[in-house]
């Protein structure tokens, strides 16, 4: 409860505000997409994470509901309508919503939620790299010139064509939720290609013809986050035990995972439903490129691309500019 308090506290003075507010949100709504990226919020909602430490923080039965939507742009627009209080999603759109919302609504991040390498898959024999698209390509991805996978795929066409051939392949790219993008790619429709994410590009591999053409690690040199959660300032500021108790959640959460892979891949079938087997899912988590941590990297790789690119306009000093307090001791990037 100490650590509870330092943070309501942190949060007061960053807000400006001495008096908290006693009548705060009766239910929390939370969004995600699709994928295993997500377990730690998951793992909290099969446990109740948040519904206990709302009532150790004196908040009551207050309950968090959470909803999967396939498109990131859509999970973007809940939070800003007010139809969400937590969002969640890759590090572009994110940057993006920060970037938008400066002296507003004040959206920052929570914490990340994994680091995870994105695939580039395909099963045109005839791509063996970036290079070898052509006009007759369509690739799958969670949201055209907005998604962490389209940015990363201007990064990568920058880094091959050169500088101002970042945008080269974006005509080649269609949005599809990260589901029906590998049904797409599998059934032989005009979509060749899927840049997609744990599970989904594993059990794309396992299909006969397809490969990898690009892995997001290489692009980005190294660990790098895939997901992470946030909300608005406006929302901690007026419900700041609720916000505390959250990241309390996600924290707890996060323990779970990393003390019992298995319990947590369970947790995760038996809420989401996915016809994936434990052993299928084990063999992601146990992977050493996935990680589930609540620190930030390379982040800021990400946001130097898009403001050289001019897709956001105001560039932070340090990635701590974008992350509420509660991250701020934690060696990010």
Known sequence: ????????????????????????????????????????????EHHKLFEKHAKAAGLGDVKLTRATIGLGTAIQDALLSGSVH???????????????????????????????????NTRNPNVKTIRDFTDKDRIAL???????????LQMAAE???GA??????????????????????????????????????????DKPGIRTVLNSYDVLGGPTTFLMAWTSGK??????????????????AMKLINGNKRAAVEAYLA??????????????????????????????KYVDFMHKVGTIKVKPASWKEMFFPNVHNLPGS
């Not at 929390?28 to 997409?33: D, G, H, W």
């Not at 969670?142 to 996978?149: D, E, L, N, R, T």
């Not at 439903?273 to 390379?298: A, C, G, M």
């Open 235 to 252: 929302f901690a500021e007026a419900n700041p035990k609720t916000y505390v108790a959250f990241v309390a959640a996600l924290e707890e």
């Open 86 to 120: 937590f969002a969640s999603g890759g590090v572009p759109p994110f940057v993006t919503q920060w970037s938008r919302t400066i002296g507003n609504l004040d959206i920052k991040a929570v914490g990340a939620l994994s680091s995870m390498p994105q695939f580039l």
């Open 142 to 152: 969670a949201g055209v010139k907005s998604s962490i996978h389209a940015i990363t």
């Open 159 to 161: 880094q091959v064509f």
């Open 164 to 205: 101002g051939n970042q945008f080269k392949l974006d005509p080649l790219t269609v949005a599809f939720s990260h589901p029906d993008g590998m049904a797409a790619l599998l059934s032989g429709t005009e979509i060749t290609s899927h840049f997609t994410s744990p599970p989904f590009q594993y059990q794309e591999l």
């Open 1 to 44: 409860m100490r650590t509870n308090q330092w943070l309501i506290g942190v949060l007061a003075l960053c807000f400006g505000f001495t008096r908290m507010v006693s009548a705060e949100v009766g239910e929390v709504k939370l969004a995600t997409a699709h994928g295993i990226g997500y377990l730690p919020l998951i793992v909290m």
């Open 271 to 300: 809420v989401t439903k996915e016809k994936s087997t434990v052993e299928d899912l084990l063999r992601i988590v146990n992977d050493p490129q996935n990680i589930y941590t609540l620190t930030p990297q390379n982040t800021m």
